[in-house]
């Protein structure tokens, strides 16, 4: 499984460029959090392992064509061309294209199997905790948008605008993330992670105002 690993992991860079929060580097987050997880769930990891590496193959196609193409079916669709030229059984394939198709999680595609989750919720982690405040300050750098605003009306602001940043992306999304995680060592920890960034953007909050 090794080799079949490291063939994977050489594959795969040629489908990224640069690190967009949803780069080789946010894949490698992902293996690594899959690595714990599937570990703790007992999960078939020849099946978590690169499902984890092939996830996000697609997500550049998305982005050039501003989400007419959806990385997860599409990343399916490579994923079992790429892994039919290592001479992976069908069986096995397709339980990994479940994986990558299932890790949007829309009404229509949910995680069936263990390891589906389990991608599921590694992808979910990486967007939360301290990794997922760097990702949003990151994110709203690329858009010009300000520092902080602790008082800031989500109901009156836009998405990809100037007034976009990272504590409106914790108060619209990433709150609400733990609530989702379906595995019981991923909820563990989303939990720590949630906590931490509340207490992060509380304490935020009291040095904007020079309270600390």
């Not at 078939?44 to 990385?71: C, F, N, T, W, Y």
Request: charged share 35%; net charge negative.
């Amino acid at each position: 499984m090794e080799d079949q690993i490291n063939k994977l992991w050489e594959e795969v860079k040629k489908y990224f460029s640069g690190d967009t929060g949803h780069g080789l580097e946010h894949t490698q987050r992902v293996y690594k959090l899959c690595e714990h997880i599937g570990n703790k769930e007992n999960a078939d990891m020849e099946i978590v392992l690169p499902a984890a590496i092939l996830h996000d193959i697609a997500r550049k196609e998305q982005d050039d064509s501003k989400g007419k193409i959806d990385h997860a079916s599409r990343g399916a669709e490579l994923a079992r061309e790429i892994l039919k030229k290592l001479g992976l059984e069908d069986d096995k394939i397709e339980k990994i294209a479940h994986c990558i198709e299932a890790h949007r999680f829309r009404k229509e595609l949910i995680p069936q199997s263990l390891e589906a989750k389990i991608i599921y919720d590694a992808d979910k982690l990486d967007s939360i905790g301290s990794i997922g405040i760097a990702r949003t300050f990151y994110f709203a750098a690329s858009l010009g948008a300000i520092v902080h605003n602790k008082d800031i009306d989500v109901e009156n602001t836009k998405e990809y605008s100037k007034d976009d940043c990272a504590y409106r992306e914790f108060l619209v999304k990433l709150r609400y993330i733990k609530n989702k995680i379906i595995t019981n060592e991923a909820k563990k920890l989303a939990e720590e992670r949630h906590n931490f960034m509340v207490e992060f953007f509380d304490r935020l909050n009291k040095e904007v105002e020079g309270e600390l």
